[in-house]
């Protein structure tokens, strides 16, 4: 291992399920690699079915007790989770840049969001009110509770390694459920170390497990397995599609959140180096790796050439390298695979006209590097607009007229984010309105919040993550009539 961290208990190799740490049952394991770099960072366990079975027998176990402990204890055992990931927030930065690529910054900004997650779900765990209703007739009340959905699988993605799993986590151990999660093979180690830390706050046996290893027959086991009552995924639409489909032979319940291709609206009456500000810092976060990216950046004509020179000179300070580096601002991709989407779409692009003004290449940090790309020239017949393009890339698409603008933003099967700017408050009301997204930016690159509801439609998904609603998505409303004579 070539980390150097004060905890170093914090770099588990193994598998967490029912409070003990596992090999497979085969004993064989994979190896994880530093993006940055190639090095092999250590080794996991390439568990199945039958493991993920048991995981999912221990978390119906542990449930009986958990879901009948108060949500005062519940939220204290959360609420130590969250101060003991911000004592050991510098070792999982360093264990989520060597994993997963992204600057160090970035990683522990991402630490300090995940133990926002747990703080807040810690405070809601109190308040899972039901209500009453008036009833029609004088020998009765109606009333509703809310309780708990049972066994919750999460399958996550390797993009935010330590912030899928608080968003999703915190807030059904909170509503009382218990959960099996599969993390991402590139980046189990995050998973693992935030597994440590819950055992450490007193998080029971069985409770929160972690199987890693085989998607598909993990996936299978956890969609079939009839005990496992919800589940929760972010990943790829396409992935989502076919868990939706499995999970619907035992009716299981589903968040999903999904691809996104996020349109980021200049309009000419825009403050357009705040513009700038705000596409560094949604498209390059993360090299462009985050679900609510801008993905499609529509500036109007009159500004075009200006907007386009302000954000090339902008992009040109990058610092491009491995986010073990302090000064770095933008790491590797995940994958080859990742390289080679990113480097498809663009000469795809440039194939029919686009024009790089900088990048356009993949970079020589090293095998996983893609150069900050800025795109002008580009058009709807390119692949790029229609894909969701996880790296660097920013492609300028032109556009006339606010309505323009608007049919381009919603001409996608996805839903996810949206951005736009302009200083035109009727204009900044109307925009808002007629984006048909999830969640909308109105002059700001930024949305995700432990405090804000975090999520897509159409294609983007089904649910709500964080806020008052993200609770709400692991607890089930029983209705009770209750006849007051007899
Ligand atoms: N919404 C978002 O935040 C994300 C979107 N994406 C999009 O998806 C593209 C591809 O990325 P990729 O990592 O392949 O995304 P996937 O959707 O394939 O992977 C996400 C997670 O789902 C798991 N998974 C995949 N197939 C199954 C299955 N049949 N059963 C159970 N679990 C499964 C993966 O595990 P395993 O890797 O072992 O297959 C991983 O843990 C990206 O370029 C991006 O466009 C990707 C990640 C996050
Ligand atoms: O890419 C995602 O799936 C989540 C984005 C989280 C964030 O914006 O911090």
């Known amino acids: 291992m070539s980390l150097s961290l004060r905890d170093k208990s914090l770099f588990r190799q193994q598998a967490f399920i029912g409070g003990l740490w596992l090999d497979a049952d085969s004993g064989r394991n994979v190896p994880v690699y530093n993006p940055a770099t190639g090095a092999e960072l250590g080794q996991m366990p390439w568990m199945g079915a039958a493991e993920t079975r048991r995981a999912i027998e221990c978390a119906e176990q542990a449930l009986v007790s958990w879901k009948k402990m108060l949500s005062k204890d519940r939220a204290a055992i959360l609420r130590r989770w969250c101060n003991l990931i911000l004592e050991h927030q510098e070792d999982l930065a360093q264990i989520m840049t060597a994993e997963q690529g992204k600057p160090l910054s970035e990683s522990r900004s991402e630490i300090s969001s995940s133990a926002s997650y747990i703080e807040w779900f810690a405070e809601e765990a109190k308040r899972t009110y039901g209500e009453t209703i008036p009833a029609g007739k004088k020998d009765q009340q109606l ?19 330590a912030q899928m799993i608080a968003r999703k986590c915190s807030p059904a151990l909170a509503a009382g459920c218990t959960v099996v999660i599969k993390p991402a093979p590139q980046t189990p180690y995050s998973a693992l170390a935030l597994a440590v830390l819950a055992q450490m706050a007193g998080l029971p046996d069985g409770v929160l497990n972690i199987v890693t290893g085989k998607a598909g027959e993990i996936g299978d086991e956890m969609t079939a397995n009839p005990a496992v009552r919800k589940l929760s995924f972010t990943g790829s639409t396409v992935v989502g599609k076919v868990l939706m489909e499995k999970c619907a032979l035992t009716v299981k319940q589903v968040s999903m959140e999904l691809g996104g291709n996020a349109p980021f609206i200049v309009f000419d009456d825009a403050n357009l180096d705040f513009a700038v500000r705000h596409v560094l810092a949604s498209k390059f976060r993360n090299s462009g790796q985050t679900c609510v990216c801008a993905n499609r950046i529509m500036v109007q004509s009159s500004v075009y050439d200006e907007f386009a020179t302000k954000l090339t000179s902008a992009v040109r ?10 000064n770095t601002t933008l790491g590797p991709l995940i994958d080859d695979r990742a390289i080679d989407k990113v480097d498809g779409l663009v000469r795809d692009a440039l194939s029919k006209g686009a024009k790089a003004l900088i990048g356009g290449t993949p970079h020589n940090a090293g095998a996983l590097f893609y150069a900050p790309t800025v795109l002008t020239g580009v058009t709807q017949n390119m692949q790029v607009f229609h894909k969701e393009i996880f790296g660097p890339v920013a492609p300028l698409y032109l556009f006339e007229k606010e309505e323009e603008a608007i049919d381009l933003a919603n001409a996608t099967r996805y839903g996810l984010a949206a951005y736009f700017f302009s200083r035109d408050v009727g204009r900044v009301w109307r925009v808002s309105e007629a984006l048909e997204y999830g969640m ?3 002059n700001s690159g930024t949305l995700s919040s432990e405090a804000t509801p975090f999520g897509g439609i159409k294609e983007s998904g089904i649910g709500r993550e964080g806020g008052k609603y993200g609770i709400q998505e692991f607890l089930e409303i029983k209705y009770i009539n209750m006849g007051l004579e007899g």
């Open 143 to 161: 009333l509703t509770i809310r309780q708990p959905i049972g066994v919750v699988a999460a399958i996550t993605p390797w993009n935010f390694p």
């Open 317 to 326: 300070e990058i610092k491009i390298g491995p986010g073990s580096n302090e």
């Open 440 to 442: 909308v930016g109105a």
